[in-house]
């Protein structure tokens, strides 16, 4: 069983991304990324870099799982994810800057664990 989320399986992940004498850790990384049931093939393979085809190859997955995500939004998830734990407030702005990223707010949720209505709640606060 692996300790980590999956929120920090997509990070260890992203950052091998660009090293191709990795690729074996990225095929696994494509298969643990599948099992989280978090994301979706689009999303393992933006986060791999891997192509789309031999990521529904490695994970088998066929289902919908995931939202809009861009991977570059990961350090910035995570450091929200952080507040949200120690302190139980975020500051909104971030959320803000996070969707402008093209990360849907259901993404967000699931990788925070913050609840959708909040993070939609907190936008609408910070555009107002």
Do not use: C
């Amino acid at each position: 069983m692996n300790a980590m989320t999956p929120l920090q399986q997509a990070l260890v992940a992203w950052s091998r991304t660009p090293d191709p004498n990795s690729q074996q850790a990225q095929w696994d990384d494509a298969v643990t990324l599948g099992e989280t049931g978090v994301f979706s093939n689009s999303n393992i393979s933006l986060i791999t870099g891997l192509n789309p085809d031999r990521v529904a190859s490695l994970t088998g997955k066929t289902d919908k799982t995931g939202g809009r995500f861009n991977p570059e939004a990961l350090p910035f998830i995570y450091d929200l994810r952080i507040q949200w734990a120690r302190y139980g407030v975020v500051s909104h702005k971030d959320v803000v800057f996070i969707l402008e990223m093209k990360v849907s707010a259901n993404m967000l949720a699931k990788l925070t664990g913050i609840s959708r209505s909040a993070i939609y709640s907190w936008a609408k606060k910070a555009t107002q």
